[in-house]
């Protein structure tokens, strides 16, 4: 009897400390469906890595020496998936820019990695999405062989993440492959705004604002440069 092969993800490491390398590398080698490519111990030998290879998915260490992590992704013209890995906490704001998968902080408990995996791969393999129906109160998106409806005052802010959408609910987050633009052209601007190229947020779910962040559902969002002029409450 023969089994189906599961699919093999490649996946990079980019990280300077020799022993954290080597635990992403143990945990690495017990998901059977990631192949690691290559360790590399810093941003320069990472990107001839990309440049030569197909890489699926990259754990980014922030703190290399030479060029620093986010520099590293800025510098990227078609960047993998990319699951950040950090003994600080306070780069997170910095990746809204970035399309960051998940973001592990040091030390990595195994249960952890697990889950930032399986983030990646439900991307990986998400279908592609198509609005069906828009109507005052909900939409219907369909996903494979499935139709999501979504009422509308339960959304608290949708966040894209490159070909991906995570609309954020009462009830949950609901993940899809669909462009955030696709869907903005469907809401309602009285009820929703664009405040980011990543973010469009319910109004009548804003907590706290400023001049470039508001908060909606506990989570501070940044105001993107280019939507603060056409941005009105």
Request: glycine content about 4%; overall charge neutral; proline content about 5%.
């Amino acid at each position: 009897m023969t089994h189906p092969v599961s699919k093999k993800y490649n996946c990079i490491i980019v990280e300077d400390e020799p022993i954290a390398a080597e635990i992403l590398e143990n945990f690495v080698s017990k998901d059977e469906e990631l192949h690691l490519v290559e360790k590399c111990s810093d941003a320069v030998y990472a990107g001839s890595i990309l440049n030569r290879q197909d890489i699926d998915l990259m754990f980014l260490d922030l703190h290399l020496p030479v060029i620093k992590g986010f520099e590293f992704l800025k510098k990227l013209k078609n960047p993998p998936l990319v699951i950040v890995t950090t003994a600080y906490h306070q780069y997170a704001v910095e990746g809204y820019e970035l399309d960051i998968v998940d973001y592990l902080m040091k030390p990595i408990p195994y249960e952890r990695f697990t889950k930032a995996v399986e983030k990646f791969k439900y991307l990986m393999n998400a279908e592609e999405a198509l609005l069906e129906a828009a109507d005052r109160d909900h939409i219907f998106i369909s996903s494979g062989k499935k139709q999501i409806k979504i009422v509308l005052h339960d959304i608290f802010f949708i966040e894209s993440l490159r070909e991906y959408i995570h609309i954020h609910t009462k009830a949950g987050t609901i993940t899809v492959k669909m462009p955030i633009s696709r869907i903005e052209e469907s809401l309602d601007p009285k009820m929703f705004v664009r405040i980011h190229k990543s973010y469009i947020i319910s109004r009548s779910k804003i907590e706290v604002r400023s001049a470039s962040m508001i908060q909606v559902n506990g989570k501070k969002l940044p105001i993107g440069r280019t939507y603060k002029p056409f941005i009105e409450f």
